[in-house]
């Protein structure tokens, strides 16, 4: 076996000594360049000598570090498109800060995040440790780049000793937040960068919102076969998608239908806003395996009607202001004018990142979307471009209406099950958040509710909107069909 320096042998060193007297030799003519030469040869000495020194307990501590330490690290930034890392980060500061070896930390620290314990500290910048099971633990907090954001982002390094994962795995079984799937859905928002993770919301039964059984059939069993059907769709070349167009009158729970739905069938909840992202295609395939609640549709510029406003034109010359018609084609497209002009509106649409084409391509374009469902909750379907509603794109139209006395008759029976209502008790129609106002205000007092709701039906004490000449609806499927004869003025609820 050799020995570590078996490349030192003999013959070498014979060759470097010879060398070595040769040049001592050769300089003794000339002292200055041999007391140079020898200076230059006993400072390269020293330094080798110092960088080993230096660098040999530095690769000794890496390679200890690498081969007999596991390391776990997570931190506060977003992961792709949740708030995941922020929430675990967050459980891992309070299950700190709840232990015992707390009181061993001598940087602590308060604010308004959740890193705090019930006395309202917790861990601050720096290393601390716990142990775990007889074992040490060390961690360290430490700051990262903001990158452009006005929110401070921390990082966690955690490590103990030892090659084996199990005991961070430990660790993480105490202080992990784990989704309930079977009680809770996943809520989502969308931000700037894509998904936020709101929180994990309790489920609501079907059975805990009130509608007809229409309603019901026309939504649940057009979801079911939809989520039982995916390879239908795939032989078929079909995009795996569905989207509704839920429309109705104020407070008549079209939300709350989302939610419901979604629990229903045991999908996380992404609840879009327009106006905070452009990248809306991205965000709606991100989203896949969920349920996307786009509420109150109508109220973004990008979804609405284009009704052939006219634009006001300023003379250069004369400083006098006239009008110019915008003419569309019979697909629903601008034709551009000779000399176009803006209105405030188009302006303020296009600084917002959304548009018409862009909406649209999204719902149903080029690129298809993938096993998701998109709920779009309107007021006013009156107001929405029909190229937005347009079949194919919007595949199944449903009025969430106002509670018909039947339906009044369940929510009593279901808050109240040993309050028999007395027979032959009609309430008027009324929506669903008149109900609930009721309800709350009667928690514990069935005849009250009750005769609230016959006080309501009877006073009118409650809002709803007037019968829209320009909408007709099927009576066979109650799906929501524009009417092309309809004035081009919409009758404001």
């Known amino acids: 076996m050799r020995h570590p320096f078996y490349f030192f042998e003999d013959s070498t060193m014979n060759i470097i000594m010879e060398w070595y007297n040769l040049l001592t030799d050769s300089l003794k003519a000339y002292p200055s360049l041999q007391a140079a030469f020898l200076t230059v040869m006993s400072g390269g000495v020293m330094a080798a000598v110092g960088f080993a020194l230096v660098r040999l307990p530095r690769s000794v501590a890496t390679f200890f570090r690498n081969q007999c330490l596991t390391s776990l690290v997570f931190n506060t930034a977003s992961s792709g498109w949740s708030e995941y890392n922020q929430m675990q980060y967050v459980a891992f500061i309070k299950w700190f800060s709840k232990n015992r070896w707390f009181g061993w930390s001598r940087t602590i620290t308060f604010d308004s995040d959740g890193r705090k314990d019930g006395d309202g500290v917790g861990p601050g910048l720096g290393r601390h440790f716990f142990f775990h099971n007889w074992r040490l633990f060390i961690f360290s907090i430490s700051e990262m780049d903001s990158q452009g954001t006005n929110s401070q982002k921390y990082k966690v390094s955690l490590s103990c000793v030892g090659r084996s994962k199990k005991p961070i795995y430990a660790v993480m079984e105490e202080f992990m937040v784990k989704p309930d799937r079977e009680n809770r859905i996943g809520v989502y928002r969308n931000g700037t960068d894509g998904w936020n993770w709101v929180t994990y919301a309790n489920k609501r039964s079907l059975r805990s919102v009130i509608m007809s059984p229409e309603l019901e059939e026309e939504l649940v069993g057009s979801m079911t076969n939809f989520v039982n059907n995916e390879a239908w769709y795939r032989e078929r070349g079909l995009n795996y998608k569905l989207t509704y167009l839920l429309y109705g009158p104020p407070g008549t729970g079209k939300s709350s239908l989302g939610r419901a739905l979604a629990s229903h069938f045991n999908r996380d909840l992404y609840i879009l806003s327009l106006s905070e992202s452009s990248d809306l295609l991205t965000l709606l395939q991100n989203a896949k395996g969920g349920m996307v609640l786009i509420e109150d549709i109508d109220g973004f510029s990008a979804a609405r009607k284009r009704t052939g406003k006219k634009n006001q034109i300023e003379s250069p010359k004369s400083g006098k202001k006239t009008v110019e018609q915008i003419h569309f084609d019979g697909n629903g497209e601008q034709i551009a004018p000779a000399n176009p002009s803006k209105n405030l509106e188009d302006i303020m649409a296009e600084w917002g990142g959304m548009n018409t084409s862009a909406l649209l391509n999204a719902l149903d374009g080029v690129v298809g979307l993938d096993d998701v469902i998109i709920l779009l909750s309107t007021n006013h379907p009156e107001k929405l471009d029909p190229a937005l509603i347009r079949d194919g794109r919007v595949d199944i139209r449903v009025e969430v209406g106002l509670l ?90």
């Open 404 to 493: 018909r006395s039947a339906e009044i008759h369940r929510y009593i029976n279901l808050f109240f099950p040993d309050f028999v209502v007395p027979e032959g008790m009609v309430f008027a129609d009324m929506p669903g958040c008149t109900v609930q106002r009721h309800f709350m205000e009667n928690k514990n007092n069935p005849e009250g509710f009750v005769q609230a709701l016959l006080d309501a039906s009877d006073g009118g004490n409650f809002t709803t909107s007037p019968i829209r000449p320009e909408l007709a609806f099927s009576e066979a499927n109650s799906r929501y069909l524009v009417d092309p004869e309809a004035p081009k003025e919409a009758v404001n609820a």
